[in-house]
């Protein structure tokens, strides 16, 4: 509750300024490349060791940002998160940063899960029908699961759309037993 409400606040704070230096999606893009280096290495241990004193890891966290080519705006954000110990909310932020950045920009995510890659053909489809739907910009993301006999997934706006082959066997095998 309280890192959701604290990710909420700092989100909006970075979005606000972001949007007024006209640089929404760079950013977005800078949280990410951070992120990247950032979570599950060494520098995320550095920069939350305490042992080191909060100079020291502000000059390397600034070091770190200067090598990814981080705008100032970013470097001040990220600096901030660190003097207030916020880095643990860095991937809550990144993530609410990316949903904020899609409501303005009227796009929307969406994931197909398939038993192997898509046509293209079949994904601009796809696409096309989920526009239709929402009457916004589908930004598609792929995965496969070998696992998967045939047919798709779709998770679209907080649901799951089964059109695999498995659920729809499963679907007759539960309608042979009931008796219909």
């Known amino acids: 509750m309280i890192e959701s409400s604290l ?33 599950g290495s060494e520098l995320q241990k550095v920069l939350t060791n305490p ?10 966290l600034i070091e770190v940002s200067n090598r990814l080519q ?26 609410l ?29 796809l696409r096309d029908v989920l526009h239709r739907i929402s009457g916004k910009e589908i930004v598609l993301q792929q995965e496969t699961d070998r696992t998967l006999i045939g047919g798709v997934l779709v998770e679209f706006e ?3 759309y089964d059109g695999s082959v498995r659920t729809q066997l499963e679907k007759m095998k539960q309608r042979i037993v009931r008796g219909y």
């Open 97 to 125: 940063y990316h949903r904020l950045l899609d409501e303005t920009k009227g796009r929307m995510e969406a994931k197909v899960i398939s038993p192997g890659s898509l046509e293209a053909v079949m994904v601009d489809q």
């Open 51 to 60: 042992a080191f004193g909060i100079d020291s890891r502000k000059r390397t």
């Open 158 to 160: 907080g649901k799951v």
């Open 7 to 39: 990710s909420r606040r700092y989100t909006k704070a970075l979005f606000q300024l972001a949007c007024e230096a006209g640089q929404e999606e760079k950013i977005g893009q800078e949280l990410e490349s951070f992120l990247g280096a950032y979570s």
């Open 70 to 95: 981080l705008s100032i705006l970013a470097i001040h954000f990220l600096s901030l998160l660190l003097e207030r110990d916020r880095l643990s909310y860095l991937a809550s932020i990144a993530a």
